[in-house]
């Protein structure tokens, strides 16, 4: 009788995970259907103020549950056809940044809706499920940055991003430096390798990612240098 329980509950399992991305990934093998529940379940209380599209709630709210700060902040994550040569990109709302104090400002990230290849676009839910998980966790690494600054400071870093290279290097290395310091490290790291030794994303975007961004080399001894500090403070 607990056997045949047991079995039923396990094909259960299938039905319900098939579709999932981590299921792909091998990771929920083992997993009963209840405890995948009570993790969609635990995870929904990170959508408060967010609308999310539904083909990457799940990695979305994984990517939140990050991010204590960013709880109660408005925040709309947008599929959009193409973003000038990006593929995800977080701002605040010009509106909420004249109308409303800090604690009410609302944001929202752009995500492109296909990732494009030389040959081919990949819906961007097909993406491995760790390296969307970086790359959502480095755009909420820019907004906990946009958070504590003042909406004068934030127009003048809109200005500066477009002006200066200098400067978009500094705004990124700070995302991933948050999108670290909240435990994200060897996912940047995945999104990272990702990006630089796909063979079939364009050259152009390649080189823009190594020219701006921290490389995963840098990244690691970010992760690291974070490692020694939690040793130091648990001895
Ligand atoms: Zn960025």
Known sequence: MFKSVFIIILSFNFLFTHKSADFVMGSTFGLLPMAHTDKNDKLEMYANNKSIPDPIREVTLEALSHFPDLMDTRIDF?????????????QPRVGSLVFKGKENRAYRIKISRYLELEDENIPIEELPHDVLLGWIGHELGHIQDYLNRSAVNLMGFGMKYYCSKSFVTEAEITADSYAVSHGLGEKIIATKNFVLNHERLPDDYKNKIRALYMSPGEILSLVEAQEEDEDEIAE
């Open 78 to 90: 947008e599929f959009k056809k193409k973003i000038g040569g990006s593929v995800m990109q977080a």
